[in-house]
């Protein structure tokens, strides 16, 4: 199993994520963080379960959660999650420098 990391922007995004949920309805809320912790253990276990996003950002792959995209990379040492964004955002744009 590898070691994740979650980047400073994944972290922002969760955080947005949890803000619209407590507004909105805890319980989905609960069900989003639930799943993502699972969607967490399944790409530790089968880092390359995700599909590639490799025409946005090299090595970019992503998993589906809900109506979200989890987009991480595999290093050598750790896997990062690098974004938790909707998957109705225009994507190039998110990944743009």
Not at 39 to 55: E, M, T, V
């Amino acid at each position: 199993m590898s070691r994740l990391v979650i980047t400073v922007g994944a972290s922002q995004d969760l955080e947005e994520i949890s803000d619209y949920f407590l507004e909105k309805s805890l319980d989905a809320g609960d069900r989003f963080v639930e799943e993502f912790n699972k969607k967490c253990g399944y790409i530790a276990r089968f880092p390359h379960l995700g599909k590639s996003y490799s025409q946005l950002l090299s090595g970019l792959r992503g998993i589906s959660l809900m109506n979200y995209i989890i987009f991480y990379r595999i290093l050598e040492d750790r896997i990062e999650i690098l974004r938790v964004v909707s998957g109705y955002r225009h994507l190039p744009d998110v990944f743009k420098n």
